[in-house]
C-alpha cells in the first residue's frame, strides 16, 4: 500500500487543515494569508501529479486506486484549477467572518474531485462524489446572509441528495449482481455474465450519479443557479473542478462495461445531444451573464460527454476528452475570473463598453468565450477538434454532426456577450476587486491562448493516455 | 517569404492594436506601409515562379511541425493558383488600407483590424495544411465581425451577428468535412494537402464521399456565395464600411471557390465528378437568380452585392465544369479552370473597385439610394470615368478583365455541359441591363441631389487606388498572358494529372 500514490490529495488535505490552523489564529482581516496557503498546496499537489507520470500505469491500494495517465492529467488540472479559483477568492471573501475556512473546504473538494479520477472501486467512488458534494454544497451556499446563494446551495443540496442516494443504489445493485465494487473482478465477472435487468439499472443509476458531478442532462438543473447565486470563485470552481474528475470516472466506467453485456455508449450519446441542446437553448435568451455562464457549462459537459461516447471505440477519445476539459477549463476559470474581478457583474447589459474602459480585462472575456465557442487557434477549439475527429473515428459520426449544430448556436448567446463588451457605447466607472482577481485573469487568459497554440505539446503529452487501467 | 507574407501583417496588427498613442495618420500609414510588404514578397514570389510543364505543382515550400500527434504542420506553398489569388488579395487589402474613410475615434482599431484580416486571409490562400487552412478561415470571420459590426453603419451588429452565424455555420461543415476526408483511407494521420491530394482517401467510397463532398459544398457554398445559402451577403455588404465591402466581396468570397478547387476537386475528383452536374445547377441557379435579384435593387450596394452573387456563380460553374470529368476533354477542362481563377482575379478587383467608390458615395451623402442621385458625371468625372470603366468589366466587355474570365470560363464549361453553358450566358444580358441602368441612373440625366449640397469628385489618394485597380482590371483585358501564365501551368497539372 504505497502512501506515495495518494501523495498529491495528502498535499491537499495537509494544506486545507493548514488553512483552517492559521484561520483559527490570525485576525480575519488577515485571512488572506490563507489563500496563499491554497495557491502554494495546489500548485505542490500539481507538481506531486507531474511526477507520478513516470510510473503510470499502475494499481494501488488493492487495485482501488487507478494511476493511468487520464487520471493523472486530470488530478493535474484539477490541481491546477483549484490554485486558480484560490487567486481569485481573496479579496472577494475579505468581507466574510469566515474567510479563512473558505480555502479548506476549496482544497477539500478539489481531493475529492481527484479521488473521482481515479476511482477504480465503487465504493470509493461514491467516497469521492459525496466529499467533492458536501463541500460543493457548502462552498455554494456560502454567504449565507444572501438569500441567491443560500438559494442556489438548497438546489444543489437537494438535486445532490438525490442522485447520490440513486449512486449508492445503483452500486447497491451491481454488487449484488456481481459480487464485488472493486474494478478488476467487476469486469472479471462480466466477461462470463449475460445481460441482466437489474444490472442494467444499476448501472445506468451509477450512470446519473457522475453525471450529477458533470452538471449534465437529467440531474443538470442546480447548475446555472449556482452559476447565478454561489459566491463566483465558488461558482468558477462548481462549474469547472468536479466536472473534471466526473468526466474521467465516468470514461472509466463506459470502458468497464463489455459491448456484449452492456453498452453504455448509446446511452451517454444519447445524453450528450440532450445535454449540449438543453444547454445551449436555455442559454440563448438569458440576460445574466453567469447565468448564461452556467447553462452554458451544462453544454460543454454535452461536448465532454461526445468524447466519452466512444470511449473504448476510438484510441483517440481519451485523448480528446483530457484536451476538451483542458480546454473548457481554462476558459470557463477565465470567464469567471472576470466575473469575480468586475465584483459579481451580472447584467450582460452591464457590460457594454468594457473594450473601452479595461481592454485587457475585456480581451480576457473575449478570448474566454471564444474559446468556449471553438474558434482557432485558442484551447477550446483544439479540445472540440479533436472531439469531433473522435466521434468520426470511433462511428458516431451523427453525433459529431448534432455538437457542431450546438455549436452554430451557441456561438449566438457567446456574441451577444462578446458584442456587448467590444460595441456597447456605456459610461459608468467600473468597479474592481483587487490584484489577485486580475492575476487570475491573466494567468486563466493567457492559458486560454497558449494551450491552443501549443496543442502540440499537450497533445503529444495525452497521446499517451489512450487507454484506462481497471485492475 | 510565405510565411513572412502571413506574419508581418500579423505582427502589424498586434502592434498597432498595443500602440495607444498612435494618431490616426500614422495608423494608416502604418496599416499601408505593412500591407505592402506582403504584396511585395508575393510579387517576389510570382517573378520566380516556375510556370514550364516539368515544374512541381506546389513551390516555395515551408514546413514547421505545429500538433504532430494530428499530422498537422505549419506548411505553406504556393501552386499558380494559390499565387494569383493571394498576391490579388494582398493588392486590395493595400487598397483597403489606403481608401480614405472617416472614423471617428477608434481609428487605430479598425487598422489593426484590416492588417489582421490581411495575415489570415494569405494564410488561407498560402497553406498546404488543411487543419491550418481551417484555422485562417475561421479566423477571418472573427476580423471581419468586429469589422462590421464596429465600424458599419445603421444596424450593423444584427448584419454582423448574421453573418459571422452563417458563416459559422459553413466552416465547421467544412471542418466536419475535412476530419471525414482525413480519416478516410489508410497510412498515418496528415493534413498534408500534397499528401491527401496524392492519396485521394475517399476513392471508391460512395455514400462517405458523398456526406464529406456535401459538407465541402454547403460550406463553402456559404462563404461563396451560392443560392440558396447566400442571404447573409447583402445585410453584411450593405452595412459594412467601403474598404470592409471591398474585402469581404474580393477576399473573403474568393476562400469559398479556392477551397472548392483546392479541396474536394483535388482531393475527391472521383466523387466531384460524380456529382459536378449537381454543382453546375446550383451555380447556373445562383449565376441567373443573382442577376434577376440585382436588377430589382434600388440600393447601389446591395445591386453590387448580388452581381457578387452572379459573378461567383460563374466561377463555380467553371469549377464544376473543370471537375465533371474524371478523363477526357482535358483542354477544355483546363480552360474553365483556368477561367475561374482569372474570374475570380478579376471580381476581385473589379467589384472591390466598385464598392470602394459605393464607399465614397457613403461618405458625401450618406445615401446608398440610386434615386438620390442622378447627373453626376457633371460635378464629377473622375467618379463617373472610373465608375463607368469598372461597370463595363463587370459585365463583360471584351478588351477588360471580365470578358477574359466569362469567355475561358464560357468556352470550357462548353465542350464538357453545353446547355449549361448556354443557360448561364443569360445571366450576362442581365448583368448588362442592370449594370448600365444603374450608370445612367447615378451619372446621367438630372441631377437630384438637393440645391447647394456638393458632391466632391475623388479625392487624390482615391484617385490614386482606383487608377491602379482599374490599370490592372485593363492590362488583364488586353494582354493577359503574365496572368494566365501560371495558372495553366496548374490548371493543366491539376485537370490532366487528375485522371
Redesign the interface.
Known sequence: MPIGDVLPEICLVLAGVAALLLASFIPQPRQGWCAAIAVVGAMASLLLCLNQLGDAPTASFSGAWALDAPAIWARVMIAGGTGLVALMAPHWMAGDRRHGEYYTLLLFSAAGAMLMAGAADLLELAVAVLLSSITGYALAAYHRAWSISVEAGMKYFLIGAFANTLLMVGILLVFGMLGDTRYGPIAAALAESTASPLLDLGAGLIVLGILFKMGAVPAHAWMPDVAEGAPAPSAAFLTVIPKIGAAVALARLVALFPAGVLDLRPLIALLAVLTMTLGNLAALWQQDLRRLLGWSSVSQSGYALVAVAVTGRSPEAM?ALLMFLLGYAVANLAAFAVVTHLRGRTRIADYAGLWRDRPWVAAGLILAL?SL?G???LAG??GK??V??AA??GGY?WL??LA?AN??IS??YY?RVI?QA??GEFDRPVNFLGWPSGAAVLVAGSLTLLMGLA??FA??L??AATSLLHT | MLSLAILVPLIGAFVLALWTSASTRAARATAIGVSAVPFALLVAVWVGFDASPEAPLFQHLEEVPWIPALGVAWRMGVDGIALVVATMSALLFVAAAAWPIELGERAREYYAWILFLAGVSLGVFLTLDLLIFYVFFDLSLVGMYFLIGRWGHGDSQAAALKFFLYTLAGSLAILLAILGLVLAGDGPLTFDMRELIARQPLAGMDLRGGLVLLGFVFGFGIKTPLFPVHTWLPPAHVQAPGPASTILAGVLLKMGTFGLLRIPMAMMHETFARYALWIGIVALVSILWGALVALGQTSIKRRIAYTSVNHMGYTVLGIAAAGSLVAGHEAARALALTGAVVEMVAHGLITGSLFLMAGSFWQRTQSYEMADYGGLAGVAPKLTAAFILAAFASLGLPGLAGFVAEFQIFAGTFAVHPWLAGLALLGILVTAALFLTMVRALFFGDRKLPEGRSFPDLSRSETIVMAALLALVVAIGVYPAWLLEPIMASARILVGGAG
Request: charged fraction near 5%; avoid cysteine; glycine fraction near 10%.
Open positions: 485523448p471564444f465557442v474558434v482557432p487557434p477549439f483544439v477538434l479533436t469531433f475527429l468520426l473515428d459520426g459529431a454532426v457542431v455549436t452554430v456561438l449566438f456574441l458584442g467590444y460595441f496543442a502540440g497533445l503529444d495525452f497521446a
